[in-house]
């Protein structure tokens, strides 16, 4: 047959490239014969779906000749086009025994729908895994016959994949959960019944039954705690909230006592699409160990605290009855000089005990003055004061110490003679003990020296021995109580640790501050004060802080 001479009929037309195939189609060489003799439903069918943009086709007679739509054609990959007017069972052999029931059942007059159904199809080449919603509708000939079937489908391979990813993506979400280390749980409902309780709750809470019950029916024990009304607050109110180490009593073991942990928290509300709240979401962590351990802590804190409060009082005390026996041998000593008539060992005891019981009345009052450090006692006389005078006092009162170690002493004034204002003999303190503690910690025939100078609106005040230095790790601890430099055998004139810490709080008073550097052990050691320069003579008190 010429495809020429094939009539062009009106329910052929349009239909887009399929139409146009059909239209030009030899149909000697299909079941179906020429569309002049095909029965007016057929006709009717063919000229509905391919002016459908739905992907649809009619297989009809008893070979089931198929005929599409261009929307069909993506379905069928490359067995368009040649599956135009071909049998149904030759297009798709590879799924025929998964469709033939359903389409038996169709010619049988009863329609059939599958959604989402699964299939191994060989269109493109190749073997592909695809999915399909599809129903199968008998269609009546003129005598009321089923001449044939009609199909619309859709292929929802992508829809399919997406929803079977989505839950995979929740599967392995709700093992993150279940295994996740913190607690974590999710209620349903004004009832706060358990969907998801983790593994890190379980072990919270000491069961793992909860899921599916009401809060009150799986914790009674919260009952007068508070938590009920948290939740059922942020049910009602869609406000979350936020708990932070809140105690919490729980029945950890079956039939066991009341055991108290400490929580913090969230209570997410949770929404669906409409706005309305479905839920809590409940995420936290256990913080008993941390809470119990800062408590444990702070009590040591406390007793550490009231211990040091002790430790004060009993320097005072210490300090106030060791000086009561010292002015009576002191003053025997004196006498004994006096009756010795040139006996010169007496003389030589005498100033023994002499120099002896004025070192030990220097300690007790730096015990003392710590223990009034300690209370807050400190209280400076504020005047202007010649730095130089301050200077010739520390010096004369250092000087015995300086000579009995045969050391040498240099003083210089770098820039003049400045002025400063502060407690007189409290700065004198100062610089004695500075001295004093080059004296200590240098060697016989060392040397001292003892520089003045300014810098901007401060007085510098640098004193720098060629002693044994100061390790890198003690500098940060010089100025702390009780704290030394290792001791050595030749040091006859040792110490209590407490000078600098007094030094360092007398020149913070008068509004300075105190470094030291050292190079190391062997290398000597530099105390530098920088206190504010005098700008006006002024007489106040400074009470402690």
Request: include cysteine; proline fraction near 5%; charged fraction near 20%.
């Amino acid at each position: 047959m010429n495809t020429s001479s094939v009539p062009i009929f009106t329910f052929l037309a349009d239909g887009g490239e399929t139409g146009a195939l059909m239209r030009a189609h030899n149909w000697s060489l299909s079941p179906l014969g020429s569309p002049e003799n095909w029965p007016q439903s057929l006709r009717s069918m063919v000229g509905m779906l391919l002016n459908s943009k739905f992907p649809m086709f009619i297989a009809w007679g008893e070979d089931l000749a198929m005929l599409y739509n261009d929307a069909y054609i993506e379905i069928l990959g490359s067995k368009h086009p040649s599956a135009v007017g071909a049998r149904l069972e030759d297009i798709w052999g590879e799924v025929w025994v998964d469709v033939r029931p359903n389409i038996e059942q169709a010619m049988r007059g009863q329609a059939v729908y599958g959604e989402n159904l699964p299939f191994t199809v060989h269109r493109n080449g190749y073997n592909e895994e695809v999915w399909f919603t599809f129903s199968y509708s008998p269609v009546r000939d003129e005598s009321g016959q089923v001449g044939g079937m009609f199909c619309a489908v859709m292929e929802t391979t992508e829809q399919v994949l997406a929803q079977q990813h989505r839950a995979d993506e929740i599967t392995r979400l709700q093992r993150l959960f279940q295994h996740a280390p913190g607690i974590i749980a999710v209620l349903r409902g004004p009832e706060h019944i358990f969907d998801i309780a983790n593994d890190g709750y379980c072990r919270f809470i000491g069961r793992n039954d909860s899921v599916g019950k009401p809060v009150r029916q799986a914790l009674p024990e919260l009952e007068g705690q508070g938590f009920y009304e948290l939740l059922d607050q942020v049910y009602t109110t869609g406000r979350p909230y936020f708990g932070n180490e809140l105690p919490i009593m729980l029945q950890r073991e079956p039939n066991g006592k009341l055991e108290q942990r400490f929580v913090s928290f969230i209570y997410q509300p949770t929404f669906d699409h409409r706005g309305d709240i479905t839920g809590i979401f409940v995420e936290g962590n256990d913080v008993t160990e941390s809470v119990t351990t800062l408590r444990a802590l702070q009590a040591s804190e406390r007793e550490l605290v009231s211990a040091s409060h002790r430790k004060d009082e009993f320097l005072a005390m210490l300090a106030h009855e060791l000086r009561n026996p010292l002015a009576p041998i002191a003053t025997a000593a004196d006498m004994l000089k006096m009756l010795a008539h040139g006996d010169h060992k007496v003389v030589k005891a005498a100033e023994v005990i002499a120099r002896q019981s004025r070192h030990l009345t220097a300690l007790i009052d730096d015990l003392l003055d710590v223990s009034r450090v300690t209370k807050g006692l400190v209280e400076l006389k504020m005047e202007v004061v010649d730095l130089a005078a301050i200077v010739t006092s520390a010096i004369e009162q250092a000087r015995p110490l300086i000579q009995f170690k045969h050391q040498s002493l240099a003083v210089r004034y770098e820039r003049g003679h400045p002025a400063v204002t502060g407690d007189r003999n409290r700065l004198v303190q100062v610089i004695v003990n500075l001295l004093n503690n080059a004296t200590k910690y240098t060697q016989e025939g060392g040397s001292i020296v003892l520089t003045v100078d300014t810098a901007g609106s401060r007085v510098i005040i640098d004193v720098q021995d060629n002693g044994i230095g100061i390790s890198p790790e003690l500098q940060p601890q010089v100025f702390d109580l009780f704290t030394q430099a290792t001791r050595t055998p030749d040091r006859s004139q040792g110490g209590l640790g407490i000078g600098l810490a007094l030094v360092k709080t007398i020149v913070k008073l008068h509004g300075g501050e105190i470094t030291v550097s050292s190079d190391g052990v062997g290398t000597g050691s530099r105390f530098r004060i920088a206190l504010p320069i005098s700008g006006a003579n002024q007489v106040s008190t400074v009470k402690p802080c």
